[in-house]
């Protein structure tokens, strides 16, 4: 049953998942699907990678220790610079200040450890998106809310998004189709 505490905003559909331990991959996609995202999955930097390009993402969700010599700081940093609007969060076992410094360092949005409680997954989620579209766009009031509405061409489900996303690029949380918010 989803929790519609937590409404799913047009800004957030596709999440990757990248998560060396597989039973931790499929809880956190069990959790996610749960509030009707997308979820891709990756073990390590190179299969995030490829799985950025193949389907490009609106979140990433990483933990910090990844095989292959590449940490999931490391992979932040990648994601940061090839699209610094995604929010990135780290869930991880390490529970350490100058590990969080560091993933302060490198851009992570939102610092989560081992183990953690859905909610508290989901309500990091939201935290850290808000928090970055607040500093991409100045405040408004909320009696100015308007929205443009748009119908996804893939399966024709009917989409909504404030108009300051007028042009973004986002999945259709039913299909998975890539879909632009109309410029007008």
Not at 43 to 70: C, S
Not at 125 to 149: D, F, K, M
Request: aromatic share 6%.
């Amino acid at each position: 049953m989803r929790d519609h505490s937590f409404p799913n905003d047009v800004t957030v559909n596709r999440i990757l998942v990248v998560e060396e331990h597989r039973e931790e991959a499929e809880r956190l996609r069990c959790c996610l699907k749960e509030h009707q995202f997308v979820v891709d999955l990756a073990q390590d930097a190179g299969q995030a990678h490829a799985a950025f390009h193949l389907h490009p993402p609106d979140f990433v969700i990483l933990e910090a220790i990844l095989p292959n010599d590449v940490s999931g700081f490391e992979v932040c940093e990648w994601v940061k610079r090839e699209d610094s609007t995604i929010p990135v969060i780290m869930l991880t076992v390490i529970d350490r200040d100058d590990a969080r410094a560091l993933a302060r360092r490198v851009g992570v949005d939102a610092y989560l450890v081992k183990p953690f409680q859905p909610k508290t997954l989901i309500e990091q989620l939201r935290t850290a998106e808000n928090g970055l579209r607040q500093r991409e766009s100045p405040p408004r009031p909320v009696e100015t809310v308007e929205l443009v509405r748009f119908a996804c061409h893939g399966c024709g489900k009917s989409l909504k998004a404030d108009l300051i996303h007028r042009g973004r690029t986002f999945h259709c949380p039913q299909c998975g189709q890539s879909v632009v918010v109309p410029a007008q």
